[in-house]
């Protein structure tokens, strides 16, 4: 178990470990890093990441769809259990686990339009936790930095996926944009979590009523 100073509770190790299931996304980025590199047939500028479901390891990558979005939800279940007050205690953890099952779509629905519905379920979940983060961090001095932090991570995900549909429209590199834009939010993840496993707690907001719930 962790201990945070103060007078707050010891983080239990069952929490610990869903925490941990944030970084989920080294994981899928490697995998379909991998994955590009063994398809021959594979342009991994152009090619967007569903589009290793349908070659010779598209099972492979569905099954990477599926592991990925399962993490996130235990993260989800994770964020739950940290924040028990404050800003985003319900919501964040609720659109956290929207997003893991907007993943774990792409993993059964391979082609439009169930597809695409889960990447925008998957994408949007993941923008509104950042925003939703940056409000919650604002006041508290335990996160200074990490407002604009996040509210920057979500306007660089939205410019580049801006970018992959124009891309993915005229024919330029759409792969290599929507693989930043996973890139961008896992390394805020990786952060985040890191800093919580450090010692840093959620469990309790800087000047907010202890009934505060959203």
């Known amino acids: ?80 259990r940290e924040m028990q007050q404050g800003f985003g205690t319900m919501l964040i953890p609720v659109i956290q686990f929207i997003d893991g099952l907007g993943v774990i779509g792409d993993a059964f629905f391979i082609r439009p339009p169930l597809h ?11 923008l509104c936790v950042l925003f939703l983060f940056a409000w919650r961090f604002r006041r508290d001095p335990l996160w200074r930095g990490w407002t604009a932090y996040s509210f920057l991570t979500a306007v660089a995900m939205m410019a580049l996926l801006l970018g992959f549909g124009m891309a993915n429209h005229l024919g330029g590199p759409a792969g290599l944009m929507e693989k930043l834009a996973t890139i961008v939010r896992t390394t805020w993840s990786v952060l985040f979590v890191s800093r919580l496993l450090a010692g840093a707690r959620l469990a309790f907001t800087i000047n907010r009523p202890s009934t505060t719930r959203l």
């Not at 695409?116 to 993941?126: E, T």
Request: aromatic share 12%; with cysteine; hydrophobic share 50%.
């Open 1 to 80: 178990m962790s201990m945070d100073n103060g007078d707050q509770k010891i983080r239990a190790h069952s929490t610990t470990w869903m925490l941990l299931a944030g970084c989920g996304g080294i994981l899928f980025i490697a995998t379909y890093a991998v994955l590009g590199f063994l398809t021959p047939s594979y342009n991994s500028l152009r090619g967007t990441i569903s589009s290793l479901e349908l070659t010779s390891f598209g099972l492979v990558q569905q099954i990477n769809f599926f592991v990925f979005g399962a993490l996130l939800c235990v993260f989800a279940l994770g964020l739950r």
């Open 116 to 126: 695409l519905a889960c990447d925008l379920v998957a994408f949007n979940a993941a």
